[in-house]
């Protein structure tokens, strides 16, 4: 396992829509691995891989302490609720702004084998696990606020 650079904003690629994975082989595990160790030495609590630069649809999200959900070709089946709280990202170091997201969501995915499950998750876990999905689409946190574009701006010019 490696500790990989976490792209940042700016960089054309988090603005890319990642494709899905259909080879569950040794280079997703490596690459699950990776970004979970990335995830660690960097303090986060989820990641997409589009964050260390490969377009695949996988991301991984700390649901409790020390313990991590790897998912991959996550799709929103459900959600309900919305609450808005702060969010910040690895891809955007030093700023935070708030956002509104649905206080559950369910997901259908697969795990590293391939393996489909659904996963139901509220709160705060739900709010990292549609940041996460996010990121898989080109979307970042600062487009859903004034004070997110005005932000972004400096980055990307829009």
């Known amino acids: 396992m490696s500790v990989r650079n976490v792209v940042k904003i700016g960089s054309e690629t988090l603005r890319k829509k990642s494709k899905p994975v259909v080879n569950f082989d040794d ?13 660690e030495e960097k303090n986060g609590v989820g990641i997409a891989a589009v964050q260390v630069g490969t377009l695949r649809r996988a991301i991984i999200v700390e649901v409790k302490e020390g313990e991590y959900l790897e998912i991959v070709n996550p799709v929103i089946i459900k959600t309900k609720g919305k ?4 969010e910040g990202c690895l891809s ?6 708030d956002v509104t997201r649905p206080k559950y969501v369910m997901i259908k995915a697969q ?20 940041h996460e999905i996010d990121h898989l689409d ?20 829009k």
């Open 27 to 39: 280079s997703l595990h490596t690459l699950l691995d990776d970004m979970k160790n990335t995830m």
């Open 83 to 86: 609450v808005t709280d702060s």
């Open 92 to 97: 955007i170091p030093d700023f935070y702004c």
């Open 111 to 130: 795990d590293r084998n391939g393996k489909e499950f659904t996963f139901e998750a509220k709160d705060y876990t739900a709010r990292c696990v549609c």
């Open 138 to 157: 080109g979307i970042l946190f600062v487009d859903y606020t004034d004070e997110g574009k005005k932000y972004r701006s400096k980055f990307e010019g």
